[in-house]
T-cell receptor, first 115, second 110 residues
Framework: KAGVTQTPRYLIKTRGQQVTLSCSPI?????VSWYQQTPGQGLQFLFE???????NKGNFPGRFSGRQFSNSRSEMNVSTLELGDSALYLC??????????????FGPGTRLTVL | DAKTTQPTSMDCAEGRAANLPCNHS???????VYWYRQIHSQGPQYIIH???NNETNEMASLIITEDRKSSTLILPHATLRDTAVYYC???????????FGKGTRLHILP
């Protein structure tokens, strides 16, 4: 079974631009979560989507948004990029089925550099 | 905020058991203890989880104290491939979001 895929793997943007990152979960998984990882703050939870609805949200400004499509694929968008948004963005998928342990499977991440 | 405290780093000789401690003194009765690890340049990988009882799988063992205020992850025969950052996390049930702390950087020494 194919794992979680994220595109692109690397991205360079300049301040003020916006960016869209994509995540394809494992086939059959309906939940997608996004995380930001930086050397200073570590791994921080951004948000989780399940069945096209945002279920949980971390403490990030409104510039960070996401959505999930009917095929469970998810995108996250960051508008008006700042230098501090440079980070590894990780996506994780889980089954989230009732009565099933919902282990999260992480993708390789998208490394975003803001210049 | 993370609800766990872990040492910043640890060393372990190859072939020996690696014992990684975690304090979660404010854990609630319905919160599970989870362990993930992150090998350099990869996404985190699930290792094991538990509620009250000790747990074992093909990767590791999880020992939870009777008062549930601390736990230990045991890698029985550490190899160089176990070099990673290990995260101890508490979360409510299956649906709670995962809050990662700083983790423990485990160095396996040849």
């Amino acid at each position: 079974k194919a794992g979680v895929t994220q595109t692109p793997r690397y991205l360079i943007k300049t301040r003020g631009q916006q960016v869209t990152l994509s995540c394809s979960p494992i086939s059959g998984h309906r939940s997608v979560s996004w995380y930001q990882q930086t050397p200073g703050q570590g791994l921080q939870f951004l948000f989780e989507y399940f069945s096209e609805t945002q279920r949980n949200k971390g403490n990030f400004p409104g510039r960070f948004s996401g959505r999930q499509f009917s095929n469970s694929r998810s995108e996250m968008n960051v508008s008006t990029l700042e230098l501090g948004d440079s980070a590894l963005y990780l996506c994780a998928s889980s089954l989230r089925a009732s009565g099933t342990y919902n282990e999260q499977f992480f993708g390789p991440g998208t490394r975003l550099t803001v210049l | 905020d993370a609800k766990t405290t872990q040492p910043t780093s640890m060393d372990c000789a190859e072939g020996r058991a690696a014992n990684l401690p975690c304090n979660h003194s404010t854990i609630s009765g319905n919160e599970y203890v989870y362990w993930y690890r992150q090998i350099h340049s990869q996404g985190p990988q699930y290792i094991i989880h538990g509620l009250k009882n000790n747990e074992t799988n093909e990767m590791a063992s999880l020992i939870i104290t009777e008062d549930r205020k601390s736990s230990t992850l045991i890698l029985p025969h550490a190899t160089l491939r176990d070099t990673a950052v290990y995260y101890c996390i508490v979360r409510v049930g299956r649906d709670d979001k995962i809050i990662f702390g700083k983790g423990t950087r485990l160095h396996i020494l040849p």
